[in-house]
């Protein structure tokens, strides 16, 4: 419990402090919603019939650290993240009178400290990365008419970093905190769809990032 407290309180102290700026945005450290939990960029988009549930995924893809340190006065390096303390992003899912948002879970000993639609979440055991990708929520989604639904990721009202979503790295003895970008490339475009077509970003970084967690 007490790490978990201090993992969520991290989050929150730091995103009242003066943030620093956020990384240029690349393939890696991505947040997308998924109906598959590697983050697959052809998974950002469900086809459902009314009243059929739809199981989602918000996914970290792709995390990388820029600044790690295994110990506070060793010097920057960049390295794969393969454990997360915890993570703040702006969930903004559709409000129609259609859609229902049936079950959410964080995962085992989470807390959230945020206001919907800020999610500013902790762990009191840091979640593992495999194969370049980690479940950070599941969602149970329905819609009534067969209609079309977006959902968008976005900065929280009060950020740990400015300008972007973040994660805690769980082995960063120095700044844990690392930016993360919206996997459709900006906060305007939808990062997963029920009956549309959002489009996640892929490059050809996609498979050297992955080697890295081998």
Not at 102 to 121: C, M
């Amino acid at each position: 419990m007490k790490k978990l407290l201090f993992a969520v309180s991290a989050l929150a102290a730091l995103s009242l402090l003066a943030p620093s700026a956020g990384f240029a945005q690349t393939a890696a450290n991505q947040f997308g919603i998924y109906t598959s939990q590697d983050g697959a960029p052809a998974s950002a988009n469900a086809t459902a019939v009314a009243n059929q549930p739809v199981t989602a995924y918000l996914v970290l893809t792709n995390p990388i650290n820029h600044t790690y340190r295994a110990v506070s006065t060793d010097p920057d390096s960049e390295r794969a993240v393969n454990l997360v303390d915890g993570w703040e992003a702006k969930v903004i899912k559709p409000t129609a009178p259609t859609f229902f948002a049936l079950t959410e879970n964080l995962g085992p000993q989470a807390i959230d400290i945020g206001t919907k639609p800020d999610y500013v979440v902790g762990y009191a055991s840091p979640l593992s990365v495999s194969a370049a990708a980690v479940t950070l929520c599941t969602w149970s989604f329905l819609q009534l008419d067969g209609g079309t639904y977006e959902f968008f990721l976005d900065v929280t009202d009060i950020p740990a970093i400015v300008g972007t979503m973040a994660y805690q790295d769980g082995e960063d003895a120095h700044q844990p905190l690392v930016s993360a970008y919206p996997s459709s490339g900006n906060s305007a475009n939808p990062v997963f769809t029920i009956n549309g077509a959002a489009v996640a970003v892929e490059d050809e970084t996609w498979g050297g990032v992955k080697a890295l967690f081998k």
